[in-house]
T-cell receptor, first 115, second 116 residues
Framework: EPEVTQTPSHQVTQMGQEVILRCVPI?????FYWYRQILGQKVEFLVS????????KSEIFDDQFSVERPDGSNFTLKIRSTKLEDSAMYFC?????????????FGQGTRLTVV | AQKITQTQPGMFVQEKEAVTLDCTYD???????LFWYKQPSSGEMIFLIY??????QNATEGRYSLNFQKARKSANLVISASQLGDSAMYFC?????????????FGTGTRLTVIP
């Protein structure tokens, strides 16, 4: 069964460093998303991406964040200068269409720890 | 105001019994979709069931059913015949239609523990 894959599963980084979280969405999907989940809290939307551009972003997604689809398969989230409060589980998701009933398929997440 | 509210941080159920996980939502959009996701200890988010705001019948998927009460803005998940593998976090989520936005709003989750 096709799945969304994320690497690495766990990343530890020093405050102020740049990190890139990688995702390979399901191959025929066109819509891509990043969500994050701070430990013990709810899952929060960060950004959605379609047709090589951001279609929507939340207030969390400030200038420190960027997304890119560098080739036909990868979808990356970059955090330029990490802060302690960026520590969270980051989920990538993809869907084949945009619609009210469209299921988003989630990856297993990358746990980012900023020290 | 929170778009999705899950008031049960933790629930326990005996194996083979049914359990209801509560979810209420807040939206002024007449078009919306409600989702339930399961998050086992391994961390991935697994889609369980969907209910559309215009759906006339409650959604069912195997042992999962959704008790959709539109007037009360509730979308409770019912798991019948609980199994040990059902122990996990369960998240209710909503997508609104009016903006054409595709993002999901999640609740804080309910941790379900199935007791043998």
């Amino acid at each position: 069964e096709p799945e969304v894959t994320q690497t690495p599963s766990h990343q530890v980084t020093q405050m102020g460093q740049e990190v890139i979280l990688r995702c390979v969405p399901i191959s025929n999907h066109l819509y891509f998303y990043w969500y994050r989940q701070i430990l013990g809290q709810k899952v929060e939307f960060l950004v959605s991406f379609y047709n090589n551009e951001i279609s929507e972003k939340s207030e969390i997604f400030d200038d420190q964040f960027s997304v890119e689809r560098p080739d036909g398969s990868n979808f990356t989230l970059k955090i330029r200068s990490t802060k302690l409060e960026d520590s969270a589980m980051y989920f990538c998701a993809s869907s084949d269409q945009a619609g009210l009933n469209t299921e988003a398929f989630f990856g297993q997440g990358t746990r980012l720890t900023v020290v | 105001a929170q778009k999705i509210t899950q008031t049960q941080p933790g629930m326990f159920v005996q194996e083979k019994e049914a359990v209801t996980l509560d979810c209420t939502y807040d939206t002024s959009d007449p078009s919306y979709g409600l989702f339930w996701y399961k998050q086992p200890s391994s961390g991935e988010m697994i889609f369980l069931i969907y209910q559309g705001s215009y759906d006339q019948q409650n959604a069912t998927e195997g042992r999962y059913s959704l008790n959709f009460q539109k007037a009360r803005k509730s979308a409770n998940l019912v798991i019948s015949a609980s199994q040990l593998g059902d122990s996990a976090m369960y998240f209710c989520a909503m997508r609104e239609g009016w903006t054409g936005a595709n993002n999901l709003f999640f609740g804080t989750g309910t941790r379900l523990t199935v007791i043998p």
